[in-house]
């Protein structure tokens, strides 16, 4: 009972107390000079009477008593005639009543500003910085990178204009990215479409935008009406030297992002690229290692270096001119690049050699021709291409590129099969994915792939490479990417996820982790290690991935934004990337070692270098055996010393760039 009566005696002040705050300013003003009277008349009182130096008659003491009250609310306090009190205490409330006001209205337009301030509605006045437009997970890696790439910057800075928070965004990338060093991060609020938003990350001063998709369908629709704001907010050619780069998803809305960016910008096509990379690391297991080593910025980079020195020399003596550098094509005077270029190509005095080094200030010339051991190159014939067993699981609208690619790239008589759910797989799958195939036969199979039981069926260890593909989980006849009828064939299979995702890319991961972890049960079942490469779209998911060390992810979105961010700071790097990713050009590969030297013998890596210049190719680095599930590099070596010993087994790789 006590304590129901202390709650609502507790529950009527509050009433009372809300009641007068309701009553108006005059009420609060009337009340407040009550309150200050009852408390500072007391007060005052008690200090004049236990004051020993008080007068002594009661009105001296009164008087005091009056002073002090005055004093204390700064209405003067004066003493003599009742006129005399009067004119001074009204001058004190018209003084105190305009210095209120003043206050009042500087604390209004400080609040006002600072509420602009957090909208993130103020223009950003900088110039040669970079302008992030739109907001998704991307935005943590790209900011990640930039911050890198600007570390020896003395002044750089990042403005991201997004439908968010200012106050959020800067809190999420302070969270997500930690310590910016010299690189100042400025977040403002504005639709991404809207020219007049736009304008305030000031792009027609930028050195750079990035364009990224946003999460959730329509994101490709949104990246080129973005690019059309962009148009619209920096008009006419040479008004803006920014170089702007976009993503977008589908491959069928490549060539119209393409149109809204104008022949300045680079759009990259995220399934394109994927499906390359995936079929590139299927064939050659431990390569997407190598490309997270090239396209982030805290390891060896792409740089073009002058040829000074080795103009009217050739290209093949050029790759033995550099002892911490690997050169591996040339930049031309009109932009245009060659990779891996003829060993005999003569360089030109306009011509620029691009090299991967560590820094572009260590790209220093060093001849290492001495290092060179002529009697531990062998010469090893072409190795007989074989015909394999492949397995594809699960399916995307990414599904019929990866088959597509993996056809120029495999023997004549390579099978594939390919297990997804839905009937869309047996039916409509199969005849637009197996149309014009000429080397590859595709087998298709319903089943769900996060189901113990259907991996059982496949007998997936008797396959010499698997390949993992996220998938949505919605029956693979409801993707309406690939053009099937929405539910045409739906599959009534149960569906495996860890948690409710409503993100279909979420979700997709979900069912990839727990298909790897029952193939990884498979795996240890049979005693074998399976030759994995699986697709994923976030980073963090890939980190609890139930998979050896070393294994081969390509993660979707970690990926665009490091070759979004690599070509915003180098835009040459685009035809690099592009002649890197397609079939018919030159690529990474991860050869055998003991085919350019002599297995258990130590040599330099200058003799490598030799050996593959000699096959019309170059050697980058190498990948030991031995270290291939050891952390942090798993056995990769990207641009070592060229004077450095290495002993080669017979299971080692040499990391060459050649013609696919």
Not at 598 to 624: H, M
Request: include cysteine.
């Amino acid at each position: 009972m006590a304590q129901h009566h202390t709650t609502s005696l507790r529950l009527r002040l509050r009433y009372r107390f809300d009641h007068l705050v309701s009553g108006g300013t005059t009420a609060l003003i009337g009340w407040l000079a009550l309150v200050c009277l009852a408390v500072v008349v007391p007060a005052s009182v008690v200090l004049v009477w236990s004051d020993r130096a008080a007068p002594a008659t009661l009105s001296g003491r009164i008087t005091a008593v009056w002073v002090s009250v005055g004093q204390t609310l700064k209405i003067g306090g004066a003493v003599g005639s009742p006129l005399h009190v009067l004119a001074s205490v009204s001058l004190a409330l018209v003084a105190l009543l305009f210095v209120s006001t003043l206050v009042s209205l500087i604390t209004t337009g400080i609040n006002r500003r600072i509420m602009s301030l957090r909208l993130g509605h103020s223009t950003v006045l900088e110039t040669r910085h970079t302008v992030v437009l739109g907001w998704s997970d991307q935005i943590f890696p790209v900011i990640g990178e930039l911050v890198a790439a600007n570390a020896n910057q003395r002044r750089s800075a990042v403005a991201v204009l997004a439908p968010r928070d200012k106050v959020w965004m800067e809190d999420e990338i302070s969270t997500r990215v930690g310590d910016s060093g010299r690189t100042r991060i400025i977040c403002r609020n504005g639709s991404t479409t809207d020219p007049t938003g736009l304008c305030r990350v000031s792009p027609l001063t930028a050195k750079s935008v990035l364009v990224l998709p946003p999460a959730g369908d329509g994101a490709d629709a949104h990246v080129v009406k973005t690019l059309l704001a962009l148009d619209a907010a920096v008009p006419g050619p040479g008004q803006g030297e920014a170089v702007v780069v976009a993503a977008v998803r589908d491959s069928r809305n490549h060539v119209t992002a393409r149109l809204a960016a104008g022949p300045a910008g680079h759009v990259l096509c995220v399934d394109d690229i994927v499906a390359r990379l995936l079929v590139q690391t299927a064939r050659q297991p431990g390569l997407s290692l190598v490309y997270s080593e090239l396209l982030d910025f805290e390891g060896d980079e792409f740089y073009p270096v002058a040829a000074a020195g080795l103009v009217g020399r050739t290209f093949g003596e050029a790759l033995l001119s550099f002892a911490t550098s690997s050169a591996v094509g040339l930049l031309h005077d009109d932009g245009s690049v060659t990779l891996n270029p003829d060993p005999w190509a003569v360089l030109g005095p306009a011509d620029r050699i691009i090299v991967i080094s560590r820094d572009d200030d260590t790209a220093v010339r060093s001849d290492v021709a001495p290092h060179v051991d002529e009697g531990a190159i062998v010469t090893a014939g072409p190795r007989t291409a074989r015909v394999e067993r492949l397995l594809l699981l699960g399916w995307n609208r990414r599904a019929p590129l990866v088959i597509e690619q993996l056809d120029q790239y495999v023997s004549p008589g390579t099978t594939l099969d390919v297990v997804a759910l839905g009937a869309y797989a047996a039916t409509r799958g199969s005849r637009a994915a197996t149309a014009a195939r000429s080397r590859l036969e595709v087998s298709f199979h319903e089943g769900d792939i996060t189901d113990p039981l259907t991996l059982d069926k496949l007998d997936v260890p008797s396959y010499d490479s698997v390949i993992v593909l996220g998938e949505t989980g919605t029956g693979a006849g409801a993707e309406t990417e690939t053009g099937a009828e929405t539910g045409a064939g739906a599959s009534d299979a149960p569906v495996a996820v860890l948690a409710p995702a409503p993100d279909p890319e979420a979700r997709a991961d979900d069912r990839t982790l727990v298909t790897l972890l029952h193939l990884r049960a498979i795996g240890d079942a049979a005693q074998r290690e399976l030759a994995l490469t699986t697709e994923m779209s976030a980073d963090g998911n890939r980190l609890l991935a139930p998979a050896r060390d070393g294994a081969d992810f390509i993660v979707s979105g970690r990926l665009i934004s490091l070759l979004m961010t690599q070509i915003s700071e180098s835009p040459y790097l685009a035809a690099v990337f592009e002649e890197l990713f397609r079939a018919e050009g030159h690529e990474f590969h991860l050869k055998p070692a003991a085919d350019y030297v002599r297995a258990g013998s130590e040599v330099s890596f200058a003799t490598a270098v030799e050996s593959a210049r000699r096959r019309g190719e170059c050697a980058v680095g190498y990948r030991l055996r031995a270290r291939s599930t050891t952390g942090p590099d798993y056995g990769v070596v990207v641009n070592p010393d060229k004077r450095r010993r290495v002993r080669f087994s017979e299971e080692d790789w040499l990391i060459v760039l050649a013609e696919s």
